[in-house]
């Protein structure tokens, strides 16, 4: 009896000392079951309490429910804040912004499958994680240079040998990556260290990818990125004030805590709040025109002649609704229009990204991905909703809004050797007789 106590206990990793089971097949000493056991068996400790002491103080008296709401309202008030001031700091610190919560979220990732699979101690896991991290940034920053600063890569020798051959440097990069993970492998590790290697990359797929499109979409005009993170985060706002107050019906199992009168509420709040917004911002040129960079001053400019997107324009009001409100017209941006599918998607759809991570943390048994913000969680806990919502953006750009780009025709134009230009320009010339928009006068001259 005592000899099959002490094999019923006996760690995963030892050798086996009876033959396998047919429902338990060991791969490189490690079965199945062990390996969903250890998982489900780790729980990430999270800490009790990470409110600041001066907050601790002052609400000492409250009940943690509002504890908790008072907590959650000033920490959003003070992120909020941080919002304004970095949209005032410009393109460029948004940038960098965005990149340093890349970083953030990806490190909390990792650093979770580290955790759970921590006493396996897997070689190189951490070391390769990052230097993919590099590899990929590497890709996705160089095809951004080369595409909004085409001018200053062409006028650097350097740059441009680097912008030629980027994607081979790329892929190079990444095969050595690849290499250093095959050889790092270990006997008994194998399967591990291949789970390891798919968290990585689906990490990498999720932060990496699309906290490049939001930066695609700063580079349409700031409106493109400030409105869909706003209509976000009003509808997290809108959402947790309707469900505190009026919550009775749970919404979802992997979130008990939404119900269906903070879904609704947040939705009419969060569309409301984007044709505000929108009317707004589309009055300012230095939202509305795209970001470029200028050659001269070598800086960002944010100054054009403002498109029909952001032109007051009439529109007819339908005669169900006329007799509500009395009016027949009604003068509005057309962007609204498209506000009012960002803000849609941001109450209906986004959620589901917040969703898909309560799903995760639940799967590894951890309440939030990390403690950088009190009562929030980490910065993935309020990134979530925020990645599915840049490439919603990106790809509503692309299929709506976005149209051939000149200037940037223009700059590639120059580019070329002088016989491919001719080439370029006598084709043009005949194309445009064809159509009659050049005269006979014109071509003569």
């Known amino acids: 009896m005592t000899e099959l106590r002490q094999r019923a206990v006996r760690e995963p990793d030892a050798p086996p000392e009876d033959k396998e089971s047919e429902s338990e097949i060991k791969v490189d000493g490690e079965t199945a079951s062990d390996s969903e056991s250890r998982a489900e068996a ?48 410009g393109p460029m610190v948004l940038m960098i912004i965005v990149m340093c919560v890349q970083i953030k979220c990806f490190h909390e990732i990792i650093t979770i499958g580290y955790n759970v699979y921590h006493s396996y101690d897997l070689p190189w896991f951490r070391t390769l994680s990052w230097y993919f991290l590099l590899c990929v940034n590497y890709f996705f920053y ?28 790329s892929f190079t990069l990444y095969l050595i990556g690849f290499c250093m993970f095959v050889l790092s492998l270990v006997k008994k590790h194998y399967r591990l260290q291949f789970y390891m290697f ?75 709040f984007g044709l505000l917004l929108s009317y707004v911002m589309s009055g300012y040129r230095c939202f509305v025109c795209p970001v470029e960079y200028n050659n001269d001053t070598n800086s960002f400019t944010v100054d054009c002649e403002p498109s029909d997107l952001f032109r007051l324009q009439e529109y007819n009001i339908p005669e169900v609704i006329q007799s509500v409100i009395g009016l027949t017209t009604i003068w509005m941006y057309p962007f609204q229009i498209h506000s009012i599918a960002l803000s849609t998607f941001a109450s209906l759809i986004g959620p589901f990204g917040g969703f898909f991570a309560s ?65 370029i320009f006598n084709t043009l010339r005949s194309h445009l007789a064809d159509k009659g928009m050049l005269t006979a006068t014109t071509e003569d001259e």
């Open 42 to 89: 780790v729980s990430l400790a999270t800490s009790a309490d990470d409110t600041p002491e001066v907050l601790n103080r002052a609400l000492s008296n409250l009940s943690s429910r509002w504890k908790n709401w008072w907590v959650r309202g000033i920490l959003t008030l003070a992120m909020i804040a941080f919002f304004f001031i970095i949209i005032y700091l």
């Open 142 to 169: 160089g095809e951004t240079v080369t595409d909004y600063f085409f001018t200053l890569v062409q006028r650097e020798e350097p740059l441009r040998i680097l912008s030629k051959y980027h994607r081979f440097i």
């Open 198 to 272: 798919g968290w990585t990359h689906v990490t990498l797929l999720i932060v990496v990818t699309q906290s490049h499109l939001v930066i695609h979409n700063l580079f349409e005009g700031m409106i493109w990125f400030i409105v869909p993170i706003s209509c976000v985060i009003c509808n997290d706002i809108m959402a947790y004030m309707f469900g505190f107050f009026f919550g009775r019906t749970p919404l979802i199992k992997l979130s008990p805590k939404k119900t269906w009168e903070g879904f609704i509420g947040g939705f009419f709040a969060t569309v409301v």
């Open 359 to 423: 799903g995760f943390k639940r799967a590894f048994k951890i309440k939030d991905f990390a403690n950088t913000i009190p009562g929030h969680g980490g910065i993935m806990d309020r990134f979530d909703c925020q990645y599915l919502m840049a490439t919603f953006v990106n790809v509503y750009i692309a299929s709506f809004i976005r149209g051939p780009n000149p200037s940037k025709l223009i700059q590639q134009f120059l580019t070329l050797r002088p016989d491919q230009q001719l080439h």
